[in-house]
């Protein structure tokens, strides 16, 4: 069966730390990653997609990593700030076809 | 662009009775999705459509539910009866086939209350 976990469930941290989400999911065999937050009462935001050809992704101060052959992925945070506290979400599609299978988010909160 | 837009941002009925929630994609988009969410089970694609043509509803969890899309530009997620359980918060998102997934766009939500 095909599954994504992310652990913690909830990370708080000082301001200006860089941090490290995690993701891992079930069969290498991925089409693609996508990395989503979430703020209260809001829709989610794209954040980063991974090709299942692509190592990683960079966004200002995100980066996103994949490993197939180990099931992983990471969002960094770099020099992170009150403004970035969210629920992340990793999202993973095994098709073509938009089927994606979501993890049930990381609550980050950074502390001022 | 304006995003996805949906509407109403909340509603509240009482059970039994018809509810229909509403979304406008981003111009250009060719599929559109409807997702549910609740703390419990967190986000539960419904169904989705490809060029107005629904490819896969296996996530509708009834048949009190039903979803159209007469053009690119509007969707609706109909649900008669409503029941109390069906209360949580439906999104729709839209995305671009540029021959590789492109990412997906999300609405705000409709929180639904169902009592």
């Known amino acids: 069966k095909q599954e994504v976990t992310q652990i913690p469930a909830a990370l708080s941290v000082p301001e200006g730390e860089n941090l490290v989400l995690n993701c891992s999911f079930t069969?290498?065999?991925?089409?693609?990653l996508q990395w989503f937050r979430q703020d209260p009462g809001k829709g989610l935001t794209s954040l980063l997609l991974?090709?299942?050809s692509q190592r990683e992704q960079t966004s200002g101060r995100l980066n996103a990593s994949l490993d197939k052959s180990s099931g992983r992925s990471t969002l960094y945070i770099a020099a992170s700030q009150p403004g970035d506290s969210a629920t992340y979400l990793c999202?993973?599609?095994?098709?073509?076809?938009?089927?994606?299978?979501w993890g049930a988010g990381t609550k980050l909160i950074i502390k001022p | 662009d304006a995003g996805v837009i949906q509407s109403p941002r909340h509603e509240v009925t009482e059970m039994g009775q018809e509810v229909t929630l509403r979304c406008k994609p981003i111009?250009?988009?060719?599929?559109l999705f409807w997702y549910r969410q609740t703390m419990m089970r967190g986000l539960e694609l419904l169904i989705y459509?490809?060029?107005?043509?629904?490819?896969?509803d296996s996530g509708m969890p009834e048949d009190r539910f039903s979803a159209k899309m007469p053009n690119a530009s509007f969707s609706t997620l109909k649900i008669q009866p409503s029941e109390p359980r069906d209360s949580a918060v439906y999104f729709c998102?839209?995305?671009?086939?540029?021959?590789?997934?492109?990412?997906?766009?999300f609405g705000n939500g409709t929180r639904l209350t169902v009592t």
């Open positions: 998102a839209s995305a671009y086939d540029r021959g590789v997934n492109s990412p997906l766009h």
């Open positions: 111009s250009g988009h060719d599929y």
């Open positions: 459509f490809n060029n107005n043509v629904p490819i896969d």
């Open positions: 069969d290498s065999a991925i089409y693609n």
């Open positions: 991974i090709q299942s």
């Open positions: 999202a993973v599609s095994w098709d073509s076809n938009y089927q994606l299978i």
